[in-house]
């Protein structure tokens, strides 16, 4: 993050370039609202492992994961709407 934070430079792992022995599969769009989520909060900064950076990890990650299953659920309901509609 910039120090005006304004912007920040976000960088990606390419998805051949994941673990695959993760216990999560690599998603890009959890990773960008993971890292968009690490912007909005760069204010709450805590010591590389200790109890409140890992809290804040753990709040990130499930708070990412969750707006993206939320999202993909609403367009595939939206799309749902649209077909019998159509039908």
């Known amino acids: 993050i910039y120090p005006l934070k304004t912007c920040a430079f976000i960088s990606l792992l390419d998805s051949t370039e994941a673990d695959p022995d993760e216990v999560e599969p690599y ?4 990773a960008i609202v993971h890292e968009l989520l690490h912007v909005v909060n760069h204010s709450l900064s805590f010591g590389e ?9 753990n709040a990130i990650h499930h708070t990412s994961t969750l707006l993206v299953k939320m999202r993909r659920r609403i367009r595939e309901l ?4 649209r077909r019998r509609k159509a039908a």
């Open 49 to 57: 492992g200790s109890a409140e950076h890992l809290c804040l990890e």
């Open 78 to 81: 939206e799309s749902l709407g």
């Open 27 to 30: 998603d890009v769009e959890v």
